[in-house]
């Protein structure tokens, strides 16, 4: 499964941050997720909690940002909200948009248990 990969790279990630300052656990982990990432928070947020057992991130919060998507037309430069990859600009519904934010996903912060 796609969002179990992704907890596991995320836990591990943070799990090697908190040993690195010297934490002995992970109380919250915070997020960003695009959303135009394709990732199911719902499915991640199951998938983290069975990631992190036995890990120094064992009951810790999963905190997931949703990024809105933002695109740009690439004809004439109008910003606008998207929900797809197949985006429309409003303004003279040219399909030559460059997607500009909502991609992302990344660690954004770890909170630890000094
Ligand atoms: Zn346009």
């Known amino acids: 499964m796609h969002e179990m ?4 790279s ?5 799990c090697k941050e908190a040993q690195k300052d010297g934490a002995k656990s992970i109380s919250v982990i915070e997020l960003d997720v695009g959303k ?16 992190c057992k036995g890990t120094p991130a064992e009951n ?12 740009e037309c690439l004809k004439c430069h109008f910003e606008f909200e998207i929900d797809s990859f197949m985006a429309l600009c409003p303004q003279c519904e ?3 948009v460059k997607i500009k934010q ?13």
């Open 5 to 8: 990969s992704i907890a596991m």
């Open 36 to 51: 135009l990432a394709g990732v199911m928070v719902d499915s991640l947020m199951f998938c983290y909690e069975s990631v």
């Open 94 to 96: 040219s399909y030559e």
């Open 60 to 71: 810790s919060k999963l905190l997931v940002n949703e990024v809105t998507g933002m695109g």
């Open 102 to 114: 909502g991609r992302e996903l990344k660690l954004k912060a770890v909170t630890v248990n000094e």
């Open 10 to 14: 995320i836990v591990d990630i943070a």
